[in-house]
Nanobody, 127 residues
């Protein structure tokens, strides 16, 4: 079983920065893909950033150049550094994990491809 625990959310003014963390507990093979999603009320969960076991990353167009995903295997932790935050970045942010499934990368930002989720951490950006 895999458990994901996010932390680091909060309130910040536009232009500011936040760093989200996600502690991962469980089998390594179940966390081949680690990602951050976000969701606002009434909207679908949106993929923000993903990293695989090889360190390959990808980002949603809306956050490219502003957000950086990284992980520390020794600490079993995933991070999301968010810079130049905008009010539209306001959302509940979730850490997600998926095992190494063939063809996974082609649907890497589809929430239904992820088997494990954290409880979420709120990020609020004021103008």
């Amino acid at each position: 079983q895999v458990q994901l625990v996010e932390s680091g959310g909060g309130s910040v003014q536009a232009g500011g920065s936040l760093r989200l963390s996600c502690a991962t507990f469980g089998a390594t093979y179940s966390t081949a893909y680690l990602a951050w999603f976000r969701q606002t009320p009434g909207k679908e969960r949106e993929g923000v950033a993903i990293i695989d076991t090889g360190g390959n990353t990808d980002y949603a167009d809306s956050v490219k150049g502003r957000f950086t995903i990284s992980k520390d295997n020794a600490k079993n932790s995933l991070y999301l550094q968010m810079n130049s935050l905008k009010p539209e970045d306001t959302a509940m942010y979730y850490c997600a994990a998926a095992p190494d499934i063939p063809g996974f990368w082609y649907s890497r930002f589809s929430a239904n491809r992820y088997a494990y989720w954290g409880q979420g951490t709120q990020v609020t950006v004021s103008s």
